[in-house]
């Protein structure tokens, strides 16, 4: 079964800084990876997703995030952050296309973002 | 295109109660699946559906049931509430099954259970 590590609960960046959030998974084949941002009282949005093909995918809000087969990693990153941008961010894994069906996403237990004035 | 509705959006029910949600997908979308948001616990899959058909079930007591119609509308209804089903339970849609394309979340239902 796969599993979704997001090793940061809580990350403060100052607004305008970079930013980098770190998702680890385990999946014995190649994963479907996925980044969520909820917003206090709402549903996930979904800022970008990972099926194949070139390992740095660009997201809305100008976040993107980068595929490193070989760390097992998802990282999500935006070189500059907005005081909107303060909320809890989702790392998500998903299997799909073995015939067998998925067990839905794995979701890791979220980072959540404070931004500083 | 109109996104992922769920109704009510907020609820409050009693132990021992019985409780329908139900989630509207994006237009086209065949999948819908279910998920339980706690802070102790956080996002556990519930069900999948697609084409009417349970394709998959999380790690949940056979309280927790769904359906979905022929216009990929789904519900979800759990029986005999306890406490712990004290949850923000969210609904997602996607193209094809399994979530294949990426799956997109609604709002969310607010059960407390008292």
């Known amino acids: 079964a796969q599993s979704v590590t997001q090793p940061d609960i809580h990350i403060t960046v100052s607004e305008g800084a970079s930013l980098e959030l770190r998702c680890n998974y385990s999946?014995?084949?190649?994963?479907?990876l996925f980044w969520y941002v909820q917003s206090p009282g709402q549903g996930l949005q979904l800022l970008l997703k990972y099926f194949s093909g070139d390992t740095l995918v660009q997201g809305i809000k100008g976040f993107e995030a980068e595929f490193k087969r070989s760390q097992s990693s998802f990282n999500l990153r935006k070189p500059s952050v907005h005081w909107s941008d303060a909320a809890e961010y989702f790392c998500a894994v998903g299997a799909w296309g073995s015939g067998g069906g998925a067990d839905g996403l794995t979701f890791g237990k979220g980072t959540h973002l404070i931004i500083q004035p | 295109k109109a996104g992922v509705t769920q109704t009510p959006r907020y609820l409050i029910k009693t132990r021992g109660q019985q409780v329908t949600l139900s989630c509207s997908p994006i237009?086209?979308?065949?999948?819908v699946s279910w998920y339980q948001q706690t802070p102790g616990q956080g996002l556990q899959f519930l069900f999948e559906y697609f084409s009417e058909t349970q394709r998959n079930k999380g790690n949940f007591p056979g309280r927790f049931s769904g359906r979905q119609f022929s216009n990929s509308r789904s519900e979800m209804n759990v029986s005999t509430l306890e406490l712990g089903d004290s949850a923000l339970y969210l609904c997602?849609?996607?193209?094809?099954?399994?979530?294949?394309?990426?799956?997109?979340f609604g709002p969310g239902t607010r059960l407390t259970v008292t």
């Open positions: 997602a849609s996607s193209l094809g099954a399994g979530g294949a394309g990426g799956q997109y």
């Open positions: 237009s086209g979308h065949r999948s």
């Open positions: 999946y014995g084949a190649t994963p479907y």
